[in-house]
């Protein structure tokens, strides 16, 4: 329901101002200034159909344009300093001997967006070219068990993986402690071999052989994090599992598409990564980019996302996914402080002064990033940005809004 507007009080000039004249004056007002209209009625905004997304300027929404600008100066001037090819550095990263069997993308140069109340405040580079998010896709992957919870087809997220997945991926003593839980986290310590890769294979601690690694103690699970695309792509394979379905095919129906997104984005496997589910083959998705595949999404695209995430998982006036994963996906894990259901938290001894606590993350390698400010209602997403000025980039954001 909309407030009554508060009309200006104008002194009598004349017989020909008239009720007519004032309301022109009051039709130029808002268009001089488009935000009053949302402002007055308190409704939240939300972009329209693929491209339709509208902008204010900074003042508009309480942020300084000086300070602003000077951040988007600093990311288009520090683009992130690895070669654009990026199967030349996806082979030479990671591990060694690194296997690439999923595709991959030459990528783009910096671009990004910076959403204030809903609005664009600024915008750099293609934002409708799609390139590699690698482990940004894990935040992806992560609302597939979201969704899978809100569903019911996982009942707890404590629940143990082997009671769903009951191939043998889950059965020696170990894996079979294993919650959703502990894999949604990284902290499981799953060992095992999964589309001809090794759980060790992936980030190998230096000075170690492969038999070494494949003797080492195993953690308990829940008691030791290790960011590990093998295990994250049994996460994949295990959400697979559950849905029955093809995982890009449930994002496309249950977010991409409600939330107005182009059709412009894919999100793959590897060559090996095939199954088949009750006759039906389909690819088991990666959750990162170490041997290729995984998101490839548009920085506007991935900005919808975000969106969603700073509205508590609400767009318009559908509930696409549930509060109460929002607030569980924030949860710090005991293992590590800074991580919650694969996106990163400003939380623990390595949190970050001057930014606020409830600011979460999602985070690829390259510079991808999607920035989740909800006490600001600020969304930040950036595209191969240099690490060495992220923190201050993402601080001059900030500051931006609070020197206003």
Not at 63 to 86: C, F, G, H, T
Not at 123 to 145: N, P, Q
Not at 158 to 177: I, P
Request: aromatic residues 12%; contains cysteine.
């Amino acid at each position: 329901m909309f407030r009554k507007l508060r009309l200006p009080k104008f002194k009598k000039l004349s017989s020909s101002f008239n009720f007519s004249t004032a309301l022109c004056l009051l039709l130029v007002s808002l268009f001089i200034f488009p935000g009053l209209l949302h402002a007055q009625s308190g409704e939240v905004y939300y972009p329209g159909r693929t491209g339709e997304w509208e902008s204010r300027r900074p003042e508009e929404v309480g942020m300084n344009a000086d300070s602003l600008q000077k951040a988007v100066d600093l990311a288009i001037a520090n683009e992130v300093r690895i070669p654009r090819d990026l199967r030349l550095v996806i082979s030479n990263s990671f591990e060694p001997d690194n296997t690439i069997v999923g595709p991959t993308k030459d990528r783009g140069g910096p671009a990004g967006m910076i959403i204030k109340n809903g609005y664009i405040v600024a915008e750099w580079g293609d934002t409708k070219r799609v390139d590699m998010t690698f482990s940004v896709t894990k935040s992806y992957l992560s609302t597939i068990a979201g969704l899978a919870l809100d569903a019911g087809l996982i009942k707890n997220v404590h629940e143990k993986v082997g009671n769903y997945v009951q191939d043998g991926t889950f059965a020696s003593e170990h894996n079979s402690k294993i919650t959703w839980h502990h894999l949604l986290n990284q902290s499981s310590d799953w060992y095992g071999t999964l589309w001809d890769k090794p759980d060790w294979a992936d980030r190998p601690p230096k000075g170690k052989t492969p038999k070494e690694l494949e003797r080492r103690e195993l953690k308990e699970p829940g008691t030791s994090f290790k960011y590990n695309d093998v295990r994250v792509n049994v996460l994949a394979y295990s959400l697979l599992q559950v849905w029955k379905r093809p995982l890009p095919v449930i994002l496309k129906e249950k977010i991409m598409d409600p939330i107005d997104a182009s059709d412009k984005w894919r999100w793959h496997g590897y060559e090996n990564s095939w199954v088949v589910i009750n006759g039906v083959k389909m690819q088991s998705v990666s959750g990162g980019g170490h041997r290729g595949g995984g998101m490839f999404i548009s920085t506007r695209d991935q900005a919808r996302f975000g969106y969603l995430f700073l509205r508590n998982g609400k767009w318009k006036d559908k509930q696409l996914i549930s509060e109460k994963w929002i607030k569980m996906l924030q949860v710090p894990s005991k293992a590590k402080p800074n991580y919650g259901y694969m996106w990163w938290l400003n939380n623990g001894p390595r949190s970050v002064p001057g930014w606020p606590k409830s600011i979460f993350t999602a985070t690829g390698f390259g510079g991808n990033h999607v920035a989740v400010d909800q006490e600001h209602d600020l969304l930040i997403v950036t595209r191969w940005l240099g690490s060495s000025k992220m923190v201050e980039f993402f601080q001059m954001v900030l500051d931006s809004v609070e020197s206003n």
